[in-house]
């Protein structure tokens, strides 16, 4: 849990309460001034209702120069950000053709293969001249091509199940692969910080949701308990099914999942896992399997793997990868079953049986080909960026014939560690735990928003601010993600901005030194 | 015993006027007479206090020990993570190159109705191009959402290009063309909002319609009675329906039936009983009308009189991705309300780059448009002599959908009829048509049918050869069924 200072508290929730009363009184007058013009809309309500789009016209566009930054070259360690200008009190703003080269610390390029690579790129344009961009069509049409089915082997072999199925979009992935598993009666037990997507999946499925305190295993065994002896509200009924969804790396906490102890906890309680792992794959474990391989969890233990290329791999689309599932209800497994008990018995070996259970373990991925709506209507993955991931996978194993893969691994984790300590140790308050290549920097109050975001772009470091929508109200923060394509003195120009804009904007609120009074006095100076 | 009773009655009335008759009861205070009431008061007053004091009564409480708890749940035997599948699930075929007109499947060349390829741009030369010199500028992927330093210049571009297109003020471009709507509607319909939609429209605007969690109301597939019908009924019946926001959420090309929505009356309807409302171009973006600007054009239609335009570039536009255009309030909203364009990682730059090239392409080549149009006309007179299947979709939609003329009452066994169909026209005449396969989770109920995408780049040659197969195979396969 965040602690946050009670000072800080204040000052934020008063920064908060003046933006809103300024808010309400120019939307009073706004009122008043459409009011008196004629009405072009009689009898339609508003299409945004008053309130709901209050965050964003009265706060968000005031510093909305710190979003959205356009580039206009590859997001690797160094990118060239656009320069934009508004005319209308950051209302609208316009792109000039001036841009300033940056220090990259704001994209997901854990492994830095968002940039040319000398291995991939040619395998992608080959690609694209053989297949073209794209398939136009679901990958139950037209859409299979022999490229999609060696990808699926790939992430599968790679993520240590037996057998993957892939998906155009991350988001995709998850919002319609929960409506496929759970249904009426089924329970999802969500951790509360898990990503849009899978709240969205989880709503679209229309199983009950529960939520349980960020990454503690005592309290998901406290909800389980109480769940599976009351069952289903109202009726009581035992629940169909629990699942438990994670995320491997927290995207806005940078925190690893507490994953052996929530393991331990489902296997008690027969709940399903389900483990997201978009920013962990690729970017964490000695060989970038995730945080499966970081923290020695046998991936059979986890029923449903997911993950995104969109980071570590540079590319686009997500994954699910299929674990065993014992259905024996199923008559083509029973035939198959009955098939490999012939089988084995003839052949009296170890073998054939470990045969069959794989055949077993197909099922789910075969199912979710069978229905799952992404994989019916949704165009499959453009061929390019799925010989991106082959490529990348491949270096990252070391099949490509060189070492870099491992190279890369090292890099981002020593990298990440540095950043993480030096940060520290200049008494910034970094979430997330370490070998975690994300981790972000508490900021708090409103005006330190912008306040931190422009003064480092001034320096020529670009850093990712994140504010409400995305995190709570009062935790506000600025997120670094490390790439293994930084080097040394990139990185320690980038400690160099951020110690400096720190002490301008004073954030850091941990005591490096005794200077913590003065630097709160002075937070509340700059609201 | 009544005796006693009496007795007792007797003592307590002398007890009681002899309080009353006491001094002190007659006592004046500020010249009112007080009398007994002070003694009744004060009583009532105690036994009030008295009663507050008391505990409530609350049947007794006994929680589940942890050893029951425990039971509990050593006893509860979960179902299977996923219900069991009685069939072999359809393994497609599999493309061994480019998804283009011809296609090879298993080292044979086929003729390819399964890719929505309307312009027959994949595979074109300028296309490829412009890929692969954004490849090498920017890379594959984006690495980052739209917010953060994932904006790359050709995402604002193509943005910029589709508005000026379309005649709109702007537009948004998502990710992925299924994530478009089921990201929109739930940006701009909230609970306690009414929506009426069309009863044939795709997963995808169903999911959107889930997630909103609005009132929605379907009408009959296509039918502008129906329509009517449903719109006069809310808007009779529900006296708040000025407050709330209101839609029609319609498909301009239907993906499940083929049937191309009559605008101009949704238009006059949705004026009349004001109504917003949501078109998904998907599958007439670059097909309908005479420069390809999609349903409005067809149906003369000034674009903003639509509220909201949803499109999949995945289609006519050959790569991938969706967007979203329409008055600039409406896109500025979902820039940061909009969950899949907030929370996803955004286009590859090289696919915006592709799409941008694929408009450029429809413009400089109008000829594109008129080869398609000849191509339907050719695939349609030849396809309406098919024995035992019927096309139900319209005349000019890119999409030729044929369904069973006698249907055998389960939509099981008729998507295996014409599963066979399917296969044996691959097989034997190497002509690549697919059947509508629907998830269990599809609420769509309208026929299934063979669906052939027709695209500009199929010759004359290659649509009488795939009429006359299914003419031949269907004879066959329907033959001892009809």
């Known amino acids: 849990m965040i602690a946050i200072p009670y000072l800080t508290a204040l000052t934020t929730y008063f920064s908060y309460g003046l933006l809103f009363a300024f808010g309400q009184f120019r ?69 000039t053709t001036k841009v300033s080269r940056c220090l990259n610390l704001g994209s997901y390029n854990y492994l830095g293969f968002a940039a040319a690579d000398e291995y991939c790129t040619p395998r992608v344009i080959e690609t694209l001249k053989k297949y073209s961009p794209s398939t136009c069509s679901s990958r139950v049409d037209g859409g299979t091509t022999v490229l999609h089915n060696e990808l699926e082997k790939y992430v599968a072999s790679f993520v240590r199940k037996p057998a993957a199925i892939v998906f155009g979009m991350g988001y995709v992935t998850n919002s319609a692969i929960l409506p496929v598993l759970m249904g009426k009666g089924c329970l999802i037990i969500s951790d509360s910080l898990n990503h849009n997507s899978i709240v969205n999946g989880a709503r679209g499925s229309g199983a009950t949701i529960r939520v349980f305190q960020h990454n503690i295993p005592s309290h998901l065994e406290e909800v389980l308990r109480e769940q599976i002896a009351d069952g289903q509200p109202r009726t009581h009924r035992p629940w169909k099914k629990i699942i438990v969804i994670v995320e491997g790396i927290y995207s806005m906490e940078g925190e690893l999942c507490k994953l052996p102890e929530i393991i331990a906890v489902c296997k008690k309680y027969k709940a399903y896992t389900y483990l997201d792992e978009a920013h962990s794959i690729g970017a964490v474990g000695k060989t970038g399997r995730g945080v499966c391989e970081l923290l020695g969890v046998d991936t059979a233990d986890i029923d449903i793997m997911m993950g995104t290329f969109t980071k570590s791999f540079g590319s686009c689309g997500g994954y699910i990868a299929g674990s065993e599932v014992n259905n024996l209800n199923s008559p083509l497994i029973i035939r198959k079953i009955s098939y490999w008990k012939t089988y084995a018995l003839k052949a009296q070996s170890q073998r054939s049986k470990g045969r069959c259970d794989i055949h077993l373990a197909i099922d789910l991925i075969k199912y979710l080909k069978y229905t799952c709506p992404a994989h019916l209507y949704a165009t499959s993955v453009s061929p390019p960026a799925a010989q991106q991931i082959i490529s990348s996978i491949r270096v990252i194993l070391g099949e490509d014939g060189s070492n870099r893969g491992a190279q890369k691994l090292a ?95 004073g954030i850091k609120y941990f005591p490096a030194e005794p200077l913590k009074q003065h630097q709160d006095g002075k937070a509340v100076k700059f609201d | 015993m009544a005796e006693a009773v009496m007795n007792f009655v007797n003592t307590t009335l002398d007890w009681v006027t002899g309080a009353l008759d006491m001094p002190s009861a007659r006592a004046q205070v500020f010249g009112f007479q007080i009398g007994g009431h002070l003694f009744i008061e004060v009583f009532l007053l ?22 029951e708890i425990d039971e509990l749940c050593d006893e509860w035997v979960p179902e299977p993570l996923i219900p069991s599948l009685n069939e072999e699930p359809y393994a497609p075929p599999v493309l061994e190159s480019a998804a283009g007109p011809h296609t090879v499947i298993n080292g044979k060349e086929v003729v390819n109705f399964s890719s929505a390829n309307y312009l027959g741009l994949i595979g074109h030369k300028k296309l490829l191009d412009s890929c692969s010199s954004a490849l090498d500028k920017y890379g594959v992927g984006s690495c980052g959402p739209r917010g953060f330093y994932g904006t790359i210049d050709v995402h604002l571009d193509f943005e910029a290009r589709i508005a000026k297109f379309l005649g709109t003020p702007d537009s948004i471009l998502y990710p992925f063309g299924f994530s478009t709507m089921f990201s929109a509607i739930p940006a701009f319909s909230k609970k306690g909002d009414i929506i009426v939609a ?39 019946k529900n006296k708040r329906v000025d407050k709330l926001r209101r839609y029609i959420v319609v498909e301009a090309v239907y993906q499940n039936s083929g049937q191309i929505a009559p605008l101009d009356e949704i238009i006059k309807l949705k004026e009349k009983y004001k109504f917003r409302v949501l078109l998904d171009e998907s599958n007439s973006f670059g097909v309908l009308g005479k420069s390809g600007r999609g349903l409005t054009e067809y149906s003369g239609v000034p674009i903003e009189k639509l509220d909201i335009v949803t499109a999949d570039m995945g289609h006519a536009l050959a790569a991938e991705g969706g967007f979203c255009t329409g008055s600039t309030r409406v896109i500025d909203h979902q820039r940061l309300s909009s969950s899949g364009y ?97 998830s269990t989770l599809d609420k769509c109920r309208l026929p299934v049918g063979i669906r052939l995408f027709v695209s500009a780049g199929h010759s004359e040659y290659d649509l009488r050869r795939a009429s006359e197969s299914l003419k031949r195979v269907s004879a066959q396969v329907l033959g001892g069924h009809n």
């Open chain 1, 411 to 505: 890099k981002i984790r020593e990298n990440s560690n540095f950043f993480r300590s030096e940060l520290q140790k200049m008494g910034f308050e970094v979430l997330g735990d370490n070998d975690s290549p994300v981790m972000p920097i508490m900021l708090y109050n409103p005006a330190k928003i912008p306040a931190f975001s422009r003064e480092c772009l001034k320096h020529n470091v670009a850093v990712v601010t994140v504010a409400f929508p995305a995190t709570p109200l009062l935790l506000a923060r600025a997120r670094i993600c490390i790439s293994a394509s930084h080097s040394r003195e990139d990185l320690v120009k980038a400690l160099q901005v951020i110690s400096k804009v720190g002490d301008l904007v």
């Open chain 2, 198 to 236: 069309d009863e044939g429209v795709h997963w995808a605007i169903q999911n959107g319609l889930y997630l909103s969690r609005s009132t929605v109301v379907y009408f009959k597939h296509n039918d502008m009675k129906s329509l009517r019908e449903t719109l006069e009924n809310i808007t009779s």
């Open chain 2, 342 to 438: 907030v929370f996803s990682a955004s286009l590859p730059p090289y696919l915006a780059s592709a799409a941008i090239t694929a408009i450029d392409i429809l413009e400089e080549n109008p000829e594109l448009l008129s080869k398609l149009k000849n191509n339907l006309s050719v695939l349609w007179k030849e396809l309406s002599k098919v024995p035992g299947l019927k096309i139900t979709s319209n005349k000019e939609s890119p999409i030729v959908y044929l369904k069973l003329e006698k249907s055998t009452g389960s939509q099981k066994d008729d998507l295996c009829l014409l599963e066979k169909i399917a296969q044996r026209v691959l097989e034997e005449d190497s002509v690549f048509v697919v059947v509508s396969h629907r």
């Open chain 1, 27 to 95: 939307d009073f007058f706004r009122k008043l001034i459409d009011w008196s013009k004629a009405n072009t809309l009689q009898g339609y309500a508003p299409i945004c209702l008053g309130l709901e789009d209050f965050y964003i016209r009265r706060l968000y566009l005031r510093i909305q120069d710190c979003f959205g930054r356009p580039i206009s070259s590859a997001p690797d360690a160094w990118f060239d950000v656009v320069e934009r200008y508004s005319n209308d009190n950051n209302k609208t703003l316009k792109r």
């Open chain 2, 46 to 67: 105690v036994v009030i206090l008295f009663l507050l004091s008391q505990k409530s009564y609350k049947p007794p409480k006994r929680p589940l020990t942890n050893k």
